[in-house]
């Protein structure tokens, strides 16, 4: 029997989705490192339209920014992280 060794496939930690690596501090998918990226390098003022509870996950991750937003603070990622 062959057995050849199995790739552990790490989820991110923001919405559950494929990582692709640590990015921000975080180990994230490639959605949730450009979505950052994204509120990081322009002036955003989010809103949670359901009372800052928002599931986010793999297919909620784009229905509230505010609490996608939030995750991604409260999970670590950091503007401290990101490439110059």
Known sequence: ???SPQIEIIPCKVCGDKSSGV???VITC???KGFFRRSQSSVVNYQCP???Q???DRVNRNRCQYCRLQK???LG???DGMQL
């Open 54 to 56: 928002c599931v986010v």
């Open 23 to 25: 990015h921000y501090g």
């Open 72 to 74: 991604c603070l409260k």
């Open 1 to 3: 029997m062959d057995r």
């Open 30 to 32: 490639e959605g949730c």
């Open 50 to 52: 359901r009372n800052k």
């Open 77 to 79: 990622m950091s503007r």
